[in-house]
């Protein structure tokens, strides 16, 4: 029986031939597929390939052809290959795993690239790192290959080194500050905002204003709406630069409306205490609540301030109370704190001694050091 499968394809192999030789083709050969035939062939003196499927023996008519010559041939395409001459198949592999939460093959991947020397893919190892993305979260190995990044030319690792130096234990602000200073060299915005901050802190370099404008205005000028706002505080009040009421106000408006939220919180403080003249509580308090609108919780956090307070509007506590949850939902520490004394006072909302603690608790892990004070009494 086995014998007579053989020789049934013996057959069929034979058919297909007899039939490409009656179209012209030479140099036939055929390879086995499924319920048919790839061939490779040459017609006319040009290189053919296609498939053929001929029907059971004495079946004349069965016979079907698809075939492509010549110019018409699609040349053969070989598979990427993640390696040193194209480390970036790495670095897109590793993507795609990464997008589909295979982080051990992302990982793989990264390492690969990076050992290769692609600065992406050792930036986007160090951010694993950094996560905790299907390794041990560790800053140190984050810096590592930041580190590596930076030196084989991407201005974002320069920036992430800086950052990720700044949150050892201790903190490293010196190195932090040379990083910034790279990133800021290679174009890389951010990195021209945090040296600007460093400089305005004395953080890991002399404190200088002059100098901190100078970065902020570079790193606007690179497209960072943040840095226009800081600009235009800076500009404000005179710091690094002359004092000039409408083009810091002007800087702040645009930052503002281009969704730099900080810029939001910065207008209207300005507006709301007069720093911008005249002093507009009520034009404050629709800064506030626009950009609170648009989920920034510093600013719900002023806006029920105002509220609360009755300034630029009627005193309103029950409204003030929904802005400070608000603000504590939107990772706002002092809103956190402020809603936790509205639920333990009870007001504009029912006392609740125990969430009020637990508000209470929430700002102070987020950072605010009298909502870990008054989280210690209510225990």
């Known amino acids: 029986m086995v014998l007579g499968i053989f020789a049934i394809a013996g057959c069929q192999e034979r058919k297909a031939r007899e039939e490409l030789e009656r179209d012209g083709y030479q140099n036939i050969v055929l390879t086995r597929n499924g319920a048919g ?10 290189p053919c390939e296609g498939r053929i499927i001929v029907g059971k023996l004495g079946d004349s008519g069965n016979v079907h052809k698809t075939a492509r010559c010549g110019a018409n041939l699609t040349p053969a395409v070989p598979a990427p290959q993640c390696s040193k001459e194209t480390p970036k198949v790495c670095f897109d592999w590793a993507i795609t795993a990464r997008k589909s939460k295979d982080f051990t093959a992302a990982k793989s991947h990264y390492e690969a690239g990076c050992s290769f020397g692609h600065a992406d893919s050792c930036n986007n190892l160090g951010v694993m790192y950094e996560a905790g993305e299907g390794v041990t979260k560790s800053p140190d190995e984050a810096l590592k290959v930041y580190v590596k990044a930076c030196e084989g030319g991407s201005p974002m690792a320069c920036n992430n080194a800086g950052a990720t130096s700044e949150k050892l234990e201790p903190p490293k602000l010196e190195d932090a500050a040379k990083f910034y200073e790279k990133a800021c060299e290679k174009k890389h915005d951010n990195g021209c905002l945090n040296l600007a901050v460093a400089y305005e802190r004395g953080e890991g370099v002399p404190k200088d204003d002059a100098k901190a404008f100078a970065m902020m205005k570079k790193a606007c000028e690179l497209g960072s709406k943040t840095a226009c706002g800081n600009m235009g505080y800076l500009t404000l009040h005179g710091r690094g630069t002359t004092a000039d009421q409408e083009a810091g106000k002007k800087l702040l408006e645009d930052a503002c409306a281009e969704g730099a939220n900080h810029a939001c919180v910065n207008l209207g403080l300005a507006t709301r205490d007069g ?61 956190c704190r402020n809603f936790g004394i509205t639920l333990r006072d009870g007001t504009g909302i029912p006392k609740d001694p125990a969430r009020a603690a637990t508000m209470f608790e929430k700002g102070c892990e987020l950072g605010d050091h009298t909502a870990c004070e008054l989280h210690k009494k209510k225990r």
Do not use: W
């Open 37 to 46: 035939y790839d061939f490779k062939a040459d017609k006319n003196g040009e």
């Open 275 to 335: 720093d911008i003249k005249p002093k507009d509580p009520a034009k404050s308090l629709e800064i506030f609540k626009k950009a609170c609108d648009a989920k920034d919780g510093v600013c719900c956090n002023e806006a029920a301030l105002q509220l609360e307070r009755g300034l630029g509007a009627p005193k309103d506590v029950q409204a003030a109370a929904k802005l400070y949850e608000l603000a504590c939902e939107l990772e706002s520490k002092l809103g």
